[in-house]
C-alpha cells in the first residue's frame, strides 16, 4: 500500500520514492505526496520523475497516477515527485475553511444536511438541503468563522483508525470532525474569509467560500 506522506506533512513539496507498480500510463509508488482527488478537494498538480501527472485517483486505499504516453518509467526505479505548492496550498487553505463552516452550520441549523462539495485552487463550496435562502445568516457565520481564524488556533490531524485510513482534524473545544484531506496546521493562515450565497434550485442553498490571497 501506497504510504500517504502527504498526511505526515502536508507541506513537503518533492519527494524521493520507487515505482510500486506500472501498468501502461498508469503507476504506483511506494510512498507519496501526491493528493488524489477524494472528498470534493481537487488533485495536486506536478511530476513524476520530470513527467507531467495526468490524473490522480484512489482506487481504494491505494492511489493511481496516469502520465503521458511514452513516460518509459519501471517497476523499482527511483523517481523524484514534485507538486505545485502554490496550488497545494491554497487547496489546503480553502479546504480547511470549508470544513470550517460546515461545522458552523451544523452546530447551529437543525436539520440541515449537506449535498456536495467541492475544494478547487480559487474558491471552495458547499451545498446544503436547507428550504430559505442562507443569505441573512451569512453575515454571522462569516464572524464566527473570523473569529476562530483570527485566534490562530492549533488544528490537530491524525488517524481514527489506522488499518482502515480514517482520519480526523480537531479543534480543542470546537469540534473533532472525520476528514482524510489536507490541512493547513494554524487557523491563521486562512487569512480573511468571505462566504456567498448562490441558490442552485428548489430546496438547495450554495455557499461559496473565498479567501484573501
Known sequence: MTKKLFWND???TSLLTQISAVDGNDIRLVST???AFSGGQESDQGTIAGHAVVAARKEGLELVYTLADGHGLLLGQDVEVCIDWERRYRLMRLHFAAELVLELFYKSLS??????AHIAEDKARIDFVWSESIA???PAYTQEAQAIIDA??????AFDDESTQRRYWEISGFSCVPCGGTHVKKTGELGQIRLKRNNIGRGKERVEIYLSK
Open 152 to 157: 490562530n488556533l492549533d488544528i490537530i490531524c
Open 33 to 35: 505526496i501526491f493528493f
Open 136 to 138: 441573512p445568516l451569512l
Open 10 to 12: 502536508p507541506y513537503q
Open 111 to 116: 436539520g440541515v444536511g449537506k449535498a456536495g
